[in-house]
Protein backbone atom coordinates (compact mmCIF):
# COMPACT_ATOMS: atom_id res chain seq x y z
CA UNK A 1 0.00 0.00 0.00
CA UNK A 2 2.42 2.56 1.23
CA UNK A 3 5.69 1.06 -0.99
CA UNK A 4 6.66 -1.62 1.23
CA UNK A 5 6.56 -2.69 4.95
CA UNK A 6 8.76 0.32 6.22
CA UNK A 7 7.33 3.18 4.76
CA UNK A 8 4.04 1.59 6.10
CA UNK A 9 5.39 1.72 9.59
CA UNK A 10 6.90 5.14 8.98
CA UNK A 11 3.38 6.25 8.06
CA UNK A 12 1.67 5.35 11.00
CA UNK A 13 4.62 6.48 13.37
CA UNK A 14 4.41 10.05 11.37
CA UNK A 15 0.20 9.62 11.93
CA UNK A 16 0.69 8.77 15.80
CA UNK A 17 2.96 11.64 16.11
CA UNK A 18 0.02 13.94 14.62
CA UNK A 19 -2.46 12.01 16.62
CA UNK A 20 -0.53 12.21 19.72
CA UNK A 21 0.47 15.85 19.72
CA UNK A 22 0.38 17.32 23.29
CA UNK A 23 -0.67 20.55 21.96
CA UNK A 24 -3.90 19.51 21.04
CA UNK A 25 -3.36 21.64 18.50
CA UNK A 26 -4.36 18.69 15.67
CA UNK A 27 -7.67 18.27 16.67
CA UNK A 28 -9.88 18.48 13.96
CA UNK A 29 -13.05 17.51 16.84
CA UNK A 30 -14.73 21.17 16.93
CA UNK A 31 -13.56 22.54 13.28
CA UNK A 32 -17.34 22.76 12.33
CA UNK A 33 -18.40 24.57 15.46
CA UNK A 34 -15.60 27.46 15.34
CA UNK A 35 -15.98 30.89 13.48
CA UNK A 36 -14.23 31.69 10.22
CA UNK A 37 -11.10 33.52 11.83
CA UNK A 38 -11.10 31.22 15.20
CA UNK A 39 -10.45 28.28 12.30
CA UNK A 40 -7.85 30.45 10.29
CA UNK A 41 -6.06 31.23 13.47
CA UNK A 42 -6.08 27.32 14.64
CA UNK A 43 -4.82 26.85 10.67
CA UNK A 44 -1.41 28.96 10.96
CA UNK A 45 -0.87 27.31 14.67
CA UNK A 46 -1.26 23.64 12.45
CA UNK A 47 1.21 25.06 10.65
CA UNK A 48 3.78 26.30 12.48
CA UNK A 49 3.80 23.37 15.02
CA UNK A 50 3.76 21.33 11.81
CA UNK A 51 6.80 22.94 10.74
CA UNK A 52 8.17 22.77 14.41
CA UNK A 53 7.74 18.75 14.61
CA UNK A 54 9.16 18.35 10.88
CA UNK A 55 12.42 20.25 12.02
CA UNK A 56 12.14 18.21 15.44
CA UNK A 57 11.90 14.70 12.98
CA UNK A 58 14.61 15.19 10.84
CA UNK A 59 11.88 15.53 8.19
CA UNK A 60 14.05 16.76 4.68
CA UNK A 61 17.46 16.28 6.23
CA UNK A 62 17.53 14.14 3.00
CA UNK A 63 16.73 16.76 0.66
CA UNK A 64 19.34 19.30 2.22
CA UNK A 65 16.50 20.29 4.30
CA UNK A 66 13.71 21.20 2.23
CA UNK A 67 11.55 19.99 4.44
CA UNK A 68 8.67 19.87 1.36
CA UNK A 69 10.54 17.26 -0.39
CA UNK A 70 10.65 14.88 1.70
CA UNK A 71 8.07 11.90 1.14
CA UNK A 72 7.70 12.33 4.83
CA UNK A 73 5.99 15.68 4.80
CA UNK A 74 3.53 14.30 2.29
CA UNK A 75 2.70 11.63 4.80
CA UNK A 76 2.97 13.99 7.96
CA UNK A 77 0.67 16.60 6.12
CA UNK A 78 -2.20 14.18 5.14
CA UNK A 79 -1.97 13.13 8.89
CA UNK A 80 -2.91 16.60 9.89
CA UNK A 81 -6.51 16.30 7.72
CA UNK A 82 -7.00 19.97 7.84
CA UNK A 83 -6.11 22.42 5.49
CA UNK A 84 -2.58 24.68 6.47
CA UNK A 85 -2.71 27.92 5.08
CA UNK A 86 0.78 28.18 4.81
CA UNK A 87 0.70 25.57 1.71
CA UNK A 88 1.06 28.44 -0.71
CA UNK A 89 4.60 29.36 0.40
CA UNK A 90 6.14 26.03 -0.40
CA UNK A 91 3.35 25.10 -3.53
CA UNK A 92 4.34 28.72 -5.31
CA UNK A 93 6.06 30.52 -3.66
CA UNK A 94 9.07 28.91 -2.94
CA UNK A 95 9.01 27.12 -6.12
CA UNK A 96 9.15 30.40 -7.66
CA UNK A 97 11.89 31.82 -6.14
CA UNK A 98 13.64 28.78 -6.98
CA UNK A 99 12.88 28.75 -10.60
CA UNK A 100 12.56 32.49 -11.39
CA UNK A 101 15.54 33.65 -9.74
CA UNK A 102 19.50 33.91 -10.31
CA UNK A 103 22.01 32.25 -8.46
CA UNK A 104 23.09 35.50 -6.38
CA UNK A 105 19.22 36.18 -5.66
CA UNK A 106 18.87 32.54 -4.78
CA UNK A 107 21.34 32.75 -2.61
CA UNK A 108 19.79 35.34 -0.55
CA UNK A 109 15.90 34.25 -0.57
CA UNK A 110 16.24 30.61 -0.43
CA UNK A 111 17.60 30.58 3.04
CA UNK A 112 14.92 32.47 3.98
CA UNK A 113 11.93 30.84 3.00
CA UNK A 114 13.60 27.42 3.62
CA UNK A 115 14.05 28.44 7.69
CA UNK A 116 10.37 30.26 7.54
CA UNK A 117 11.94 33.66 8.49
CA UNK A 118 10.34 34.87 5.51
CA UNK A 119 6.75 33.34 4.47
CA UNK A 120 5.49 34.25 1.09
CA UNK A 121 2.50 34.11 -0.99
CA UNK A 122 1.48 33.56 -4.62
CA UNK A 123 -0.52 35.84 -7.15
CA UNK A 124 -0.89 36.35 -10.48
CA UNK A 125 -3.32 38.22 -12.65
CA UNK A 126 -4.33 37.05 -16.26
CA UNK A 127 -6.15 40.17 -19.28
CA UNK A 128 -9.76 39.48 -19.11
CA UNK A 129 -9.72 37.28 -16.02
CA UNK A 130 -9.89 37.55 -12.31
CA UNK A 131 -12.51 37.97 -9.88
CA UNK A 132 -14.63 40.35 -11.43
CA UNK A 133 -17.12 38.40 -12.81
CA UNK A 134 -18.62 41.73 -15.23
CA UNK A 135 -15.69 41.93 -17.08
CA UNK A 136 -14.64 38.94 -17.59
CA UNK A 137 -14.23 38.22 -21.62
Not at 41 to 53: F, H, T, Y
Not at 76 to 100: K, T
Request: hydrophobic content about 35%; charged content about 30%.
Amino acid sequence: LDGGKTRTDRRRYLEAVIERDPTGIFSNDDNHFLHRTQRHIRSVAKGVRLIELCRKLGIGDECGGEITESQDFQVILEAVGDDVPLALHWVMFQPNISSLCDEEQRARWLPLCRDWRMIGCYAQTELGHGSNIRALE
